[in-house]
């Protein structure tokens, strides 16, 4: 890898990546709605029409479940597609194309066929947009066997995951969170891999684990470094996928600590928290001190009230007060923090 | 008479032969259990499969629905792999994991066949967009039943056709049934080929138990494609001798067909097969022994292919979690 690297905002990152690969391999496309305009995906998509024409950057009717399904059938030809659902509240409609046909065409056709397809989705947290605009669905796809789920949280690896799914033989779901496009880190100039799959350990520390992807790893590093001025070092691990987990990676982590806080922007119930306790709890009972602890949204729908939503999104409190309980903390200073932050 | 050539005319007599005689090898084998997973016969409807995929190249698209034995067939795929895959057989076209319903030869253009009603029309609309960025020149034939007309996919796949000027070509197998409701149930009309037109897309109705009509529309409607002129909606009129699963039940698991007598009866008259037979013979085209001598031929092929399936192994059971992903 080069050394050559500069700052640069996230969702620009995602944009190098995309320009990359088309310009490295013809049978890269883009297709969905709004590629032609920044209201709807961000910085995402500048340029690229202009540099590529409509024949690959290709904006769309609002058709779901035909304009998923037709990505996923030029993959099945030869392409590498990339298809984007700018809210991905909207990907519901195409369940069809991307769970029954892409995930499931390898297996079902014995590995004749493959879908090397890129389903992009974007999730739009906030900005009183209630619940149908701002829902976190990454949980339903990485449920699915033959999906593959990514999920940066930083710049870089906005840029190297979009190209280790564009470059991926399977259908990648990549999720990306509207919270984090401003967000900037250094970027290298040139095409390289974020390994899917693969984790990474963003800070180290002996007291506890805290695990967490995407836009909630901002409110980890928030809540770690609250927690590391009181004393309790924490070792946290960003997942960047989640379908499949770096199991070595956390499990060596809660090893070594003993404890965990689990930290997802999806819902508790039946979700990536679920899924992560229920390995620890599986593959790591033995080493744990501690009771497993879960931050997650709470389990409703997003609401557009300023004050209830600013509610529904505070999680950095949270993983603090779950971080002190299971480090023992005094129950006191606990109930003094949830007053002052409350 | 002269329009068509000798060779053309055995091509479609033999393919629609092959894919009756291999149907109807099945019906036996799932009375008696010996094939278990779901079988959707295509008798009588062979015609559709054979006189389309004659019109196309080998490098065309297609693909297919849960009724898929005649397409995959017609479009060059192996009776072998077939009947293997069938009894779910490694050595099947999906190795065993798909069965009837999950048929695939992408060396020969057929891309896949998957039961979801109307599942695979967005995938030959991806298809056909494929050949709209590579230019390759491509043909691409989504096959679907009178069932998939209520899905609303199909209608953003004609959409989007329509405005991108795609090579592909709708082929609705209008058999009067979806499952166990009558066309007239489903729809407030039958004309089905008129789906197309809101969108300014050719649209035309034809005798699918004609396998030369079948044929000539399909010709147009591919040279149409490959001239760049946009999709083609054909609708074809035909109709299953066989139950909707099974050989002789509407209902899964039922031993009753729904389907009036009289009906049954007066599309028997109708075979494609018997009616083109009939034509070939009074057009002097063969004589009937040579007709007689086709079918001992495929039924040789067909012995062949099960001889091959019941030698071919199970996949191992260390290999159940293979092929999740690629690697």
């Known amino acids: ?342 | 008479m002269e329009k068509y050539s000798r060779d053309l005319l055995c091509k479609l007599y033999t393919m629609m032969l092959r894919i009756r005689l291999c149907e109807e090898s099945f019906v036996e084998p799932i009375v008696n259990s010996d094939v278990r997973c779901p079988v959707h016969l295509y008798s009588g409807e062979e015609a559709v499969a054979a006189g389309v995929c004659a019109s196309l190249d080998k490098k065309d698209y297609i693909f297919g629905t849960h009724r898929s034995h005649g397409h995959y067939l017609a479009k060059g795929g192996c009776m072998k792999e077939l009947v293997a895959e069938i009894y779910g057989k490694k050595t099947g076209s999906s190795g065993g994991r798909g069965g009837s319903m999950h048929l695939i030869d992408p060396d020969r253009g057929m891309m896949g066949a998957a039961p979801i009603v109307a599942g695979t029309i967005a995938l030959a609309l991806g298809a056909s967009l494929a050949s709209s960025i590579r230019k390759d020149n491509r043909v691409t034939v989504s096959f679907f039943g009178d069932g998939a007309t209520g899905e609303g996919v199909l209608y953003e796949s004609l959409n989007f056709a329509a405005l991108k000027k795609l090579p592909i070509i709708f082929v609705c197998e209008n058999n009067l049934y979806s499952t166990h409701m009558s066309i007239d149930e489903i729809r407030p009309n039958r004309d089905i080929y008129k789906v197309g037109e809101p969108f300014g897309i050719k649209s035309y109705r034809c005798d699918g138990n004609d396998v030369l009509a079948v044929y000539d529309i399909s010709k147009e409607a591919v040279t149409s494609c490959r001239k760049g002129e946009g999709p083609v909606f054909l609708e074809f009129l035909t109709y299953r001798m066989r139950g909707h699963v099974g050989p002789n039940d509407n209902i899964q698991g039922s031993r009753t067909d729904i389907r009036p007598k009289e009906e049954v009866q007066e599309w028997r008259e109708r075979d494609p097969i018997v009616v083109f037979e009939k034509y070939l013979v009074k057009n002097g085209v063969f004589k009937e022994d040579e007709l007689s001598r086709f079918t001992k031929e495929i039924e040789n092929e067909i012995m062949d292919a099960y001889t091959f399936t019941q030698e071919s192994p199970y996949s191992d059971e260390s290999e159940l979690e293979n092929n999740v992903f690629k690697n």
Not at chain 1, 6 to 14: D, F, G, N, V
Not at chain 1, 35 to 48: D, I
Not at chain 1, 107 to 126: A, E, L
């Open chain 1, 1 to 342: 890898m080069s050394s050559k690297t500069r700052k640069m905002q996230y969702s620009l990152a995602i944009n190098e990546a995309i320009r990359q690969m088309m310009d490295t391999d013809d049978s890269v496309f883009l297709i969905g709605q709004g590629v032609k305009s920044p209201w709807y995906v961000g910085k995402t998509c500048l340029g690229l029409l202009e540099r590529f024409g409509p024949e690959r950057i290709i904006d769309t009717p609002v058709s779901e479940n035909a304009i998923t399904g037709a990505a996923v059938g030029a993959a099945i030809v030869g392409m590498k597609s990339v298809v984007i659902h700018p809210r991905m509240d909207f990907m519901l409609y195409a369940f069809d194309p991307i769970i029954n046909e892409a995930a499931n065409w390898h297996y079902m056709f014995g590995g004749r066929s493959s879908v090397p397809v890129v389903i992009w989705g974007i999730i739009n947290r906030g900005g009183e947009q209630a619940a149908q605009h701002s829902q976190a669905l990454h949980a339903l796809f990485a449920h699915i066997p033959g999906l593959k789920v990514v999920m940066p949280s930083t710049p870089y690896d906005a840029k190297g995951l979009m190209i280790s799914a564009i470059k991926d033989n399977n259908p990648v779901v990549y999720i990306d969170d509207r919270w984090l496009y401003s967000k900037e880190g250094e970027v290298p100039e040139e095409i390289y891999d974020v390994p899917i799959g693969k984790g990474i350990v963003r800070e180290e520390g002996d007291d506890l684990t805290i695990v967490s992807v995407s836009y909630m790893m901002e409110e980890t590093l928030k809540a770690a470094e609250e927690l590391c001025r009181e004393g309790t070092r924490a070792e946290v691990i960003d997942l960047r996928t989640i379908k499949p987990l770096d199991e070595e990676l956390l499990l060596k982590s809660v090893k070594k600590t003993g404890r965990i806080v689990i930290v997802d922007g999806g819902w508790k119930a039946f979700g990536l928290s679920a899924e992560i306790a229920a390995l620890v709890s599986e593959k790591m009972f033995e080493f744990l001190k501690a009771p497993i602890k879960r931050v997650t949204i709470p389990g409703c729908p997003a609401p557009s009230s300023p004050v209830l939503e600013k509610k529904y999104y505070e999680i950095a409190t949270k993983i603090i007060c779950a971080a002190r309980e299971i480090v023992k903390k005094g129950k006191e200073e606990i109930e003094a923090l949830i007053e002052g932050d409350g």
